[in-house]
């Protein structure tokens, strides 16, 4: 399992912002290669993809899981609330510290103007 090791302030785009490692937590990161320093999205990012390469890796391992993404008669993929629960599932159980929910309203319909959401919204939070 990957751990996410949160770092930093919620405005990293400013050097003002920036809040070194101390030493203990130095050395959890250098201890475990699964930890990861994050300091703001794109390393946030950066995360969910290794973890989604780790997600395809396991799709076609020696116990493929690509089954679950994919029905029999015919032979075409489940539907995509199925691929995101699997990916979901995934993640949750791939990287600790963070929030992972289906189908969130970013933005609710409001009369004419059609509303916002995402499949998957992953969040982690800062120290």
Do not use: Y
């Amino acid at each position: 399992m990957a751990e996410l090791c949160i770092i930093s302030g919620k405005n990293c785009n400013s050097p003002k912002s920036w809040n070194p490692l101390n030493p203990k937590e130095l050395l959890k990161l250098l201890d475990n290669e699964n930890l990861r320093s994050i300091n703001n999205e794109n390393e946030l990012v950066n995360v969910i993809l290794e973890s989604l390469e780790k997600l395809e890796v396991r799709m076609h391992g020696i116990t493929p899981s690509v089954e679950f993404v994919w029905n029999e008669k015919p032979l075409i993929p489940k539907a995509e609330s199925h691929l995101s629960n699997f990916i979901k599932t995934h993640l949750q159980e791939d990287l600790s510290n963070t929030i992972i929910n289906r189908e969130v309203e970013i933005r609710p319909t409001m009369g004419s103007s059609s509303g916002e959401n995402t499949d998957i919204l992953v969040q982690t939070f800062f120290r």
